[in-house]
């Protein structure tokens, strides 16, 4: 139960804006009361009061002794609908869009920094081709090519019988099968444009209030733009940086950027399906001499060709613009790239299906080398990012920001990891199943199977987990000498001069292990670094052996050493069905949560960390909450502050108390003075001040912290996520940290704790009695209420609410 907030000093109108964190939160939990009226808002996001508050401007005498709570709700943003958890098979493209962001915090070199926007975004183009290439590996290689030209293949699957070489009918022909076969991999570019366009139009089409910076503002926000942001800004002669990133106009407002990449990766999506199908009957006419299909062949290739060289330009030549918001959209580029696009696959489709009398399928699908080039095509890319961010990192070091610089590329290694196992793993699964008995590549069924690298790389999972496991054991022995150290230090903090606690070994190991774990965060970026570097070496070396070799592992390892050939054989066949298994597991993961509203509060945590920042980088991830959350945070501070004059505490806890601090960074200086922030359980720089440095490191938290009229962040030792923010006091005001909060409250049972406390951990800071006492004294630091003008009448107010309009 929380405590009641302690008697102040009335200085007016004074309102609580609740922001609840990850995992979301009803408005009865964060109000305390069964009964709420949503104030403002819609569905899907709104702001709720208690019923006997929705009055509460009329009636300041009766909230002298606290502010009036009001709670947004933001959950339905990420993890509302069902449907939305199918957002699971974007994850690799919500990963690399990260990388974009963790580029680390610097001084000039402008060109540099636009050099590792660029970088990324290539890299996110390659997820785009890489996930459409595994799509036409299944559909167009597997079944058009490899079963429906295997008798015995076909034999076992009378739905593929009307494709069958052996039955000699109208589409027996391996390029009228390659043509049937293209509408899979083109429906699932489709349907990508489609999710994009679709979130496009409800996300990034919020626009930020248009006073909520000032004249000077603005100016400062332009003078601080990133020159990577908009290589056609001139740079040369701008101001020195004085607002933080997160300030400027058009930060949250990325809508010109996202139309721009969707063109370009529905482009690369339907130019890569055309490719396959063209590569492989070109190559087919070359060798068959067929003067007017051979030269048709080399005309569509070429135009391929400089479709492609177009998609790069579009992906190169420009990146996010943040100096004002860019309301400017490329029509022509967005409507005629993919279009045109969509065209030459058309036309590919009319080529591949010419008749071709004496064209047989076997082995595999010709020209089919995409896999190996985009394998190549990242690890150059993730190498490339790492020296561009070692050299950002090198102008303007800091010891908190992780593996020196290194998360973004560290990162995006992974989002190309994650990509590798969703298509091999797909690709495996389809093979051993159309295969029968036999093992993909191993010569002993009705199909080759899929790639050879495809093989290479499952077989260096079963490697990555042991080499992932020594960390693992490594963490687990530290852990649990870090819970014995701090034994005696919990049973001396929760004793006193006059008061000696009764040592309880179990409930002292439980606080301690409980501190130990938490601390298990500040050791992960360690982790992901080993993670990236050994996923790196050991894909050159998939890569090179499936060169060299030419054929599967366990194939390759025959005639070798007894032990490295049995060694080949287990590495395949077990990382065969861990790829596959790993796929398996998002479809179930993903299915379980459509039917299971609690694992889909679960699942949507992920995408409440994951889908904070804007898509700068992919237009196919998950879109950004943030940018319609931010907007709608700001809106209401800035009218709430502007209609009555009085004083705002915004309240956020854990992924809310970032969503607080950016909406606070994109006021107007004048309501920033008449704005108070309360942080609980914040990761604002534990977590985004290590990870993002460049947004949410040491100087743009400092910016804040001098910003604001005043600040107070709580925290925990036994916190896992949230921390201190590691800001001094100025000028002989109150430091911004105050813990860690005892967890906890009691260590045995005490008259005022008769029973045994839980160890919250990330959970209920408003039941600490420190949490009131913090919140009336940051209303008290704030200047009394100013004359405002007053709402109507509590019926146009009540039409508003009910209307879901702002209270502006």
Sequence with gaps: MSPEPPVRSDGGAALELLVHGVGGATPQEMLADPYTVRITGDETAAIYRRPDDEEAESHPERYGNGPVPEAYCWSNLTSGNGTRVLWLLLLPFMVVNLAHWMRPATNGLARTQRLYGVLVRLLALTLTVLLTAGACEVALDLMAWQCAGSAHCVDDRAWLGFLSAERDGWWAQPGRRLALAALLPAALVGLLWYLSNRTWSAYEAQRPPTDATDATDAADAADTTDAHEDPTGDTAHRAPTIRPALARPGFWYGRRLVARLRAAHTAAGFLTVAGAITGATARHDRRASSGVHEAAGWLLQSTLVVGGLVVLWVVC????????????????????LPAVSLGLLALAVLYAGWSRPGWNSAGTLPGAVTFPVLVLAQGVLVVA????????????????????GLGGPAVAMLACALAGVMTGGVAQRVGDWLDGSGTPGMGEGSIVGPPVLLSWQAAVIPVLLVLLLIPVLLLAVRTGRTARRLAPVVEAEYGSPDQRVTPDSVRTRRIAGARARAELTDAAPWLVGLVSAATLVLGIGAVLGAWLSGDVPGRAAEGGPAPVASAADTAQALGSW???LGFILFVTWGRRAY?????????????????????ASHPFAPPCYAERAVPDLTWRMASWTARTGGRLVISGHSQG??????????LREATRHRVALLTYGSPLERLYGRWFPAYFGAAPLSDLGREVHCWRNLWRATDPIGGPVRLGAEDGTPPVDHGPLKDPLAYGRTARHPLPEPILGHSSYQSDPDFAVQRAALLDRLPPALPGQRDGTATERRAQGSSGRSSA
């Design 657 to 666: 108390s970032v969503l607080a601090a950016a909406a606070v960074w994109q």
């Design 578 to 580: 861990l790829i596959g």
């Design 317 to 336: 030549s420009r990146g996010r613009s943040e100096r004002r918001r860019d309301g400017t959209l490329d029509k022509a580029l967005i409507s005629q």
């Design 385 to 404: 990012l790492a020296a561009t961010a070692l050299v950002l990192h090198r102008r303007a070091r800091h010891a908190r920001i992780v593996l020196h």
């Design 595 to 615: 039917r299971d509203p609690a694992a889909r509060r679960t699942i949507g945590i992920l995408w409440d960390v994951g889908t904070f920042w804007p898509r």
